[in-house]
């Protein structure tokens, strides 16, 4: 490659914006549908419990809710453990009342696992 | 205690990293070394050998065979040492929880100091989790039954 | 000082031993963590600078993938089949999708099997993109591997943009068709993509400096008669002359309708692997360029809904899928007795005789530094070899 | 599709005029022959001289009612662009059978190494069967139907008390 290729290259890249995304100043923008953590609209929820079958990891699980919620809330809801959860997005897909979403927020690093347990809490003013 | 912080506390701002990469890290790690993240604006360098490594990167399932050469490499790296485990199959078997030649829980291995979900987890999330790691440093025990009674002492 | 010293201690030149040549001979593992690829180990045995014997020691990754299908249904098995080689995870999607959709006998629509074929060229082009990177980081050519990994991630963009995941479809192609629909405008955001990849196609022949040619030309020539004993497939074996290329033997999805022709060259060495491999780049711009022209409206999956666990049933048969991967040529023989789930699976990827036959016998009497030209010019994913 | 079979079709009789099989043309580039265990190798010979230089993939079906093993040889010919799918079976109590090295050398012999592994078939003529991808393992072979994965997991690696492994006890 002869030298003034290389002063040629060298040049183009020199002045040119470098590809990197600064991470903590500026980031990518993530699309609208990217799948990451999970969103429960527990008043459209009817328990019918297809996203606890579909969950190839057994991630989702029907549970019931405390007891201060249970008269207002009398069936199971899905309980999500994103410990195991591979963020496929069949539960979103499969889900009849379309009230499970998978939001785009992705910082959920933990020091100690069972803090990624999500379970399904009425969406109340406390 | 709080020497192993103040010890920690100087590997903020040069963090050496070894990558023990099973299947699914290795795709999401090139990322982050590549010029688009970009890891060694925060002095992040993968170093070939354990014994320069401050942090060691864990991700993807790990079979009963690396398991073995997983735990060789922790004790390879010098003390003032961290693990970051990448993914959902080291917090509970992931994807192949039904496997019989895979490790479930990596924390029965190799003490953990930090999780991050997602299969694989996005760059931010890698970095993320490394600025919480070395802000607060020294004052979470790693995770783990074995370990947890040995970092007491 | 000297004078005190008397003769017996007086170290002459007859007194050290000459090594003898058997001295020589030692075993080396070319290490399980490698900086371009998963975990794979080979045992080497050496006489001096050459490798007298190879002998691979996989088994890093094995998690038992074929008996994993065999306990979850199709749409869940398309989850599962993107993780089967990491790199390539829309081709195998495919793999998967069309040994069930022969299997279910359903009529996929003409817009799906589109969309298809574009991801698959897309999944080829950055698996293409690792590989150089990975190859240029083996030769210590750093800037190619900055370069390619960063050129990648546009690609991965457009991933996260169609499919909602960065590195994993999770299922996009599945079972019936794809999972979602194009979402509008994404046309010309793959077309930009492309040119930044025929930007950085441009910038890898001007690389090609003396380091690139002069450390793989010559280096880990396979012979003809060798390739096919061997088991070699795809650009592997297109590069010892053989013309075949599944998509065009074999041709599935809407491959017979395109025009694209295979590159084919006659050294087998390294050089020409990745000669071939940078052609078929240019191959999988030119796919992608015209499907996108004539992608056709319709519907995207055949039952629009997904079906629950319980009520899937595949029907009773047994089929064969071959596919073209970046690597090779991918394969799935899949038996169902009339069940939900498969009965058996059986995965061949192209790497489980690229790492082991061919690699055993490329290292044979080559030199210690050509190890890492001759393992990365393989284009190895030992994701695929353990399953 | 169905007139352009000639060749499909041409490769059975060219087979069946030699060998007793069951055969059948599934569809275009797709031919499946069923053959018994003896000659088996006879078969692989005149086959490779046909054209089948390509031995795709061997593969091992376990039907535990039956009580046999099912081998399918997946062979593909460069030149007549057909694969061709050679089934056999064999005892499962004792699964042994002659091995297709003299055939197709190495390829054969890194296939017959993982089946042995992993469902414990006896390939003779094979000297290498050493385990390929487990280290000291000791169990069954573990893709055979009757090792549950799901039953080993939960001995092995679960317990049910945990609240967050319920889940794998359906």
Redesign the interface.
Known sequence: ?SML?TIE?LFETLFSK???????YE??E??????GEHELDIDKCVGCG?CA??C????V?MVELPEEHKEKYPKTYPRL??????????CQ??CPRKCLK?TKN?????????A??KNPMPKGPQ | MVEQATKMKRLINAIWIFNWFNSCGFCELIPLVGSRWDMERFGMIITGTPRHADVLFIAGYQTLKSIKRAQVIYEQMPDPKAVIALGACTMSGGMYWDSYNTVKRLADYIPVNIYIPGCPPRPEAVFEACMKIFHHVGAVPPHGKKFAKAHKG | MTKQMNEKELITIEHIEPIVSEDTDYNFYFGPAHSGSGNFGVKLRIDGEKVTSARADPGYLHRGFEKLMEYRVPMQNAVLSDRVCILEALNWNLVHAEAVDELTGVEIPQRARYIRVLMAELSRLQSHLIWYGALSLGLGFDTGFKMAFGYRDYILDIFELITGGRVYPAGYICPGGVRRDLPDGSENKIKRVLDQTEEMMQKMKDFDNIVFSRRTKGVGTLRTEDAIRLGATGPVLRACGVETDVRKDDPYEIYDELDFDIPVREEGDAYARCLIREREMEESIKIIKQVLDRIPQGNIREPAKITPPSRVKIPEGEVYVRNELARGEGCAYMRSVGEGEPYRVKIRGPDFLHMIPVLEHLLKGSQIADIPAIYWSLNICPADMDR | MAESLHKESKVIEDISAKFKITGKVQRERRVWVTIDKDNLIALCNFVKELGFEHLSAISVTDWPEEGTFELTYHLWSYSEKILLTIKTKLDRTDPVIDSVIPVWRENAQIHERELHELFGVEFEGNEDLTPLFLEDWDGPPPFRKDFDWKEYVRQQCYDQANERERAYYD
């Open positions: 490659m290729k290259v470098p590809m990197t995304v600064k991470f903590p980031a990518i993530i699309p609208e549908d990217y799948r297809l079958e579909i190839p990891n057994r991630a699980e453990d994103l410990g195991k959860c591979c963020f496929c997005g069949l897909d499969i998978l992705v910082f959920l690093a933990t020091p100690d696992p069972s990624v347990i």
